[in-house]
């Protein structure tokens, strides 16, 4: 069973930053995309960005131009570089894995934007 470590969450204030971290614990083959999605409380998980493995990427339209997915193939780790935090923000941040025999979640790592 392959395990997603995520890393990176906190608390941080509005207009600050933080990356996001993704690593799987052992190779997987055949992925077709990994991404980034996200809980607030009371709401439903929400895909945030997600990456392909040729590179080719997609936000939702809340994050554009403020966060930045990015990955490394070889060691099948995705990231999140997330700027210009808003409080609207804070959630829980799930990576997943899509590949040809199904896909894999992370356990979450929490985000919280507040002053």
């Known amino acids: 069973q392959v395990q997603l470590v995520e890393s990176g969450g906190g608390l941080v204030q509005p207009g600050g930053s933080l990356r996001l971290s993704c690593a799987a614990s052992?190779?997987?083959?055949?992925?077709?995309?990994m991404g980034w999605y996200r809980q607030a409380p009371g709401k439903q998980r929400e895909l945030v960005a997600i990456i392909t493995t040729g590179g080719t990427t997609n936000y939702a339209e809340s994050v554009k131009g403020r966060f930045t997915i990015s990955r490394d193939n070889a060691e099948n780790t995705v990231y999140l570089q997330m700027n210009s935090l808003k409080p609207e923000d804070t959630a829980v941040y799930y990576c997943?894995?899509?590949?040809?025999?199904?896909?894999?979640w992370g356990q979450g790592t929490h985000v919280t934007v507040s002053s």
């Open positions: 052992r190779s997987i083959f055949n992925i077709y995309f």
């Open positions: 997943k894995i899509d590949f040809r025999g199904g896909y894999y």
